[in-house]
């Protein structure tokens, strides 16, 4: 069958791949034993089809045909353009933490420890003999294809730890950026967030000018302790031609507040999925993602929450826009165990489509095992309100001008969500950019 | 807390082995052999005296059959069918030719009396003067695989509507059943149906002529009786242009322990203006307290608006089976053609519903609504799982989704898969799900005004399923609102 053949040579080929990144890879003994045992894992599926249903939408093998080579080292020229890309920003004051082309550039960041933050580069810590537990870092709980493939080819990443009671006065930020084409970046970050800290944590996914179709496959895995608060905000503005392959693991402890907001405006394909579980009672979690997509671009946004323990609250918003032939995947579980009763959960999914030929596909599931709870779900899907859009031209506004008003009310609702004045107008205005680009 | 402790209690206290309709009658019966070949394909197909081309038909389809699998994508489980231990086809022994209802045997007759449902002829029969525009149903009642009886046959014959046995339809009107049979769920669409297409015993068949409004309501009591007998029920229902018909699906069976198996196809037709009104009430032994036993009920039904400005409509209450696994859909490919699905799900015990409906919207202007309603108790898993989509060219496609759940019981599960597709700009669907428990505040507002916990619950559940009581045909709404207390006695009142 055409499925198994096409797997095969897939398969082939990276085997190929993996054996020649081997050397480059850091961490040996266990650390190598556990991405072989990674690699196997994934090269049993090869890249998820639609035949596998939690990838029922975003068919990789068909989006990414195959896994790039893994990209050479940043030399200067390549941290010169970073350093660029990252001034730029325009994030306010935030420690950066620079990760190009998947390797960490110590050079570009700021690796100031104290006031209850340690900040280690993941590639040392696999190296890092004398750890028994280095191998612990390419480990999770979920099982996925592609969170195994990122396991095996990981070369950096982020380890931050952050103390009890710690409250960083500026956000951390992790920014990634791509300079080379057609090459693939496999990073992984783990942040450790301790009892009673309160803590800010972007991510940031920009490209150079010659960056075109490479792939970032990323892993982030965060633990949230009890009584803490996090905010998290991820912007991803990768070229429109590039692979963005992401995963958030996160466990979030008792009382805790997580707040997480992510924006999509790049990337051809791409795809983020969170496994988010509360383990600790009576925590909150707020989940806000936007997808501004147009041409071709695919973009996939899944979420799996899992009510572990009683008395959480978890809201989930998402809002996609789609113009041209853009393709959006909203795909949102609700797992509600039998332990968690008293549990209020709610998901709302609104898409607006521009154009006849943009496509939205929604999933959004609840399992339920427990009779005490609320759980609801909500989805809609339209186009822009003709009367609207007409009371606005009648006031004297440009069709486009009328349209992006609109458009911004739309997600405003998701932004309003990020509770830092700064980190808003850095979405708002990455929002703007894409509105201002239509017209 | 006192409610739901209370509601626990009366949960665990139900025995589901008190399921009422669970007797068995004894009727000497005429079976082909265990296990299923291109023979016993060839020994059902030659009992109904068919023609060659319908022989072909069901061994290209037994053949197909055996290159598939069973699908696995259901929340349901159950141990591995045995297709080689069932009974393909069990006929009641044919004692004489019938020619009126009192020659049909007498056995057969108390079995649908004590299923409270008499055959309306039965009266008629006995010269019970009934008043004058009282609506009348057509029973074309099925016992184990052979229509018995069919009733009301003159009244359609001057209407010009055709309602008779499938088997017959083969015989007597080749050409319409060639040119519909397989034109909804094709032979290959999916394991079940597939060997449903192979080896189907009987069923219904209707033609509604152009511009007729079927006279009454017609009806079909399915009862599966024969120990190990798999019941493979072909439903074909055509509304030619213009044309009104309203069908209602009643099943009960008694009980037994071995799981017995029930692959039913059901094909709706509309043409240009037609609708069909497709009513179900299911009531299969659903398996005794520990979860032994019960029918696995795995059902494909779908309907295709196939004119404009046709309409097809699913209300179904389905509160029996050890396992159901359901997808009444629509086919929307009429320009303004409409489906709707209006559907109560009620589990207990160790049942496993996994039920749902398909909206795929092709042509112009179509819409669909789509209310489901889902209560979980005891032990049971209780799924919604269904597809809305618009085609590219489906513009100003429309639909609403309700989907909610009740739980009643920390033990069950209530589940809600959608998925919503949308590849047009034009499209405007909504979708909305819940899933809670009886709230206490509502609880305690009844009690307050003098109704006892029993009384309250089953007002709030009543309450909870109205929207699809009220799609249901009057003579059906009372036989679903008393197996809906049934279902849930001693749990929710």
């Given at each position: 069958m055409n499925v198994a053949l096409a797997k095969t040579t897939t398969g082939a080929v990276l085997d190929g791949t993996f054996a020649a990144a081997r050397g480059r890879l850091p961490g040996v003994g266990t650390v190598a034993e556990t991405r072989q045992q990674a690699f196997d894992d994934f090269a049993r599926t090869g890249l998820p089809t639609r035949r596998i249903e939690e990838w029922k939408y975003t068919d990789l093998r068909n989006l990414l045909r195959d896994v790039a080579p893994l990209a050479p080292t940043p030399d200067q020229a390549a941290l010169a353009q970073a350093a660029k890309l990252v001034e730029g920003l325009g994030t306010g004051d935030t420690q950066k933490l620079v990760i190009v082309d998947g390797v960490f550039a110590a050079g570009l960041s700021d690796l100031t420890s104290g006031g209850g933050v340690t900040v280690h580069a993941l590639s040392a810590m696999l190296d890092?003999?004398?750890?028994?537990?280095?191998?612990?870092?390419?480990?999770?709980?979920v099982a996925d294809p592609m969170i195994a493939l990122n396991a095996a080819f990981a070369t950096d990443g982020m380890l931050i730890d952050i103390a009890d009671d710690a409250a960083p006065s500026r956000p951390l930020h992790i920014v990634h950026v791509a300079t080379r084409p057609s090459v693939a970046a496999f990073t992984r970050s783990l942040v450790r967030i301790g009892n009673r800290a309160r803590v800010t944590l972007v991510e940031s996914f920009v490209a150079a000018e010659a960056a075109k179709a490479y792939q970032a496959h990323d892993v982030a895995v965060i633990w949230i302790g009890d009584d803490s608060d996090l905010q998290h905000v991820r912007v991803m503005e990768d070229a429109g031609d590039a692979a963005n392959i992401a995963t958030a693991i996160v466990t979030v402890g008792a009382r805790t507040k997580f707040n997480t907001f992510s924006l999509t405006t790049g990337g051809g394909v791409s795809r983020y999925q969170s496994f988010i579980t509360l383990a600790g009672e009576d925590s909150e979690l707020l989940t806000n993602s936007v997808h501004l997509l147009r041409d071709k671009q695919h973009g996939d946004c899944t979420f799996v929450i899992d009510h572990a323990a009683p008395n959480c609250l978890s809201r989930e918003v998402f809002r996609s826009v789609l113009d041209d032939r853009a393709h959006s995947v909203f795909q949102g579980r609700i797992n509600v165990h039998q332990v968690a009763q008293k549990t209020d959960g709610k998901m709302m999914s609104r898409s607006l489509l521009l154009s006849d030929e943009a496509e939205i596909d929604n999933k959004p599931e609840l399992e339920i095992f427990a009779d005490d709870v609320q759980c609801g779900h909500g989805a809609t899907i339209g186009a822009l309100d003709d009367s609207l859009l007409f009371y606005l031209r009648a006031r004297g506004l440009p069709e486009k001008a009328a349209q992006a008003l609109l458009i911004q009310a739309f997600v405003g609702e998701a932004l309003e969500s990020i509770a830092s004045d700064d980190l808003r107008d850095v979405a708002i205005s990455a929002a703007e950019r894409w509105l201002e680009s239509r017209a | 807390m006192a409610a739901v402790q209370e509601t626990v209690d009366r949960v665990r206290q139900i025995d589901v082995d008190q399921y009422r309709y669970g007797f068995e009658t004894i009727i000497e019966s005429e079976k082909a052999p265990k296990g299923l070949s291109e023979d016993t394909v060839r020994y059902i197909s030659a009992k109904k005296n068919e023609p060659a081309w319908m022989l072909e038909w069901r061994l290209e389809a037994y053949r197909r059959w055996l290159t598939m699998e069973e699908p696995k994508w259901a929340r349901v489980e159950y141990p591995k069918i045995d297709f080689q231990d069932i009974y393909y086809y069990s006929a009641p022994k044919p004692k004489k030719t019938i020619g009126s209802i009192d020659e049909i045997d007498p056995e057969i007759l108390e079995t649908y009396k004590k299923l409270g449902i008499p055959l309306r002829e039965i009266e008629a029969l006995e010269g019970v003067v009934r008043p004058e525009g009282e609506r009348k149903i057509a029973v074309d009642a099925v016992f184990d695989s052979v229509s018995v009886a069919t009733t009301f046959q003159k009244e359609l014959k001057q209407a010009g509507v055709i309602f008779m046995p499938i088997s017959e339809a083969i015989r007597e009107h080749p050409e319409l059943v060639k040119q519909y049979l397989g034109t909804v769920v094709p032979t290959s669409d999916n394991f079940y149906a597939t060997l449903n297409s192979a080896v189907f015993s009987d069923g219904s068949f209707v033609y509604v002529p152009p511009g007729v409004r079927c006279p009454m309501e017609l009806s079909t009591y399915f009862r599966i009786n024969e120990r190990n007998t798999g019941q493979f029920e072909r439903t074909l229902i055509i509304a030619d242009k213009g044309a009104y018909v309203s069908y209602l699906e009643g099943c009960t069976a008694p009980q037994r322990d071995e799981n017995q198996l029930h692959a039913a196809v059901v094909e709706l037709v509309t043409l240009d203006d037609a609708e069909i009104k497709y009513s179900t009430v299911q009531n299969w032994y659903p398996g005794n307290s520990e979860g032994k036993g019960g029918i696995y009920n795995f059902v494909t039904k779908r309907g295709d608006c196939r004119g404009d400005n046709s309409k097809i409509s699913w209300t179904q209450v389905e509160t029996g089976s050890a396992i159901t696994w359901k997808y009444p859909s629509c086919i929307l490919r009429g320009d303004n053609s409409r489906g709707e699905f209006y559907s109560i799900a009620i589990s207990n015990g160790y049942q496993q519903v996994d039920s749902g409906t398909k909206m795929i919207h092709l042509g112009k202007n179509t819409t669909s609504r789509i209310i489901s309603k889902g209560i979980a108790a005891g032990k049971s898993q209780n799924t919604y799982r269904g597809l809305v989509t618009a085609h590219r060219k489906a513009t100003n496609a429309r639909n609403f989704t309700a989907c909610d759940s009740l739980l009643i019981g920390d033990q069950c599960g209530a589940h809600t898969v959608p998925y919503i597709e949308a590849k047009n700009a034009s499209t405007l669907f909504e979708h909305e799900a819940t899933t809670s428990k009886i709230s206490e505040d509502v609880l305690f507002y009844c009690i307050q005004r003098g109704l006892s916990q029993e009384e309250a619950v089953g007002l709030v559940v009543n309450g909870f399923v109205k929207d699809v009581l009220q799609q249901l045909p009057m003579e059906f709404a009372v036989e679903a609102q008393k197996l809906i207390s049934i279902s849930l006695e001693g749990s929710v009142g």
């Open positions: 890092d003999a004398t750890s028994a537990t280095r191998a612990d870092l390419l480990r999770s709980r | -």
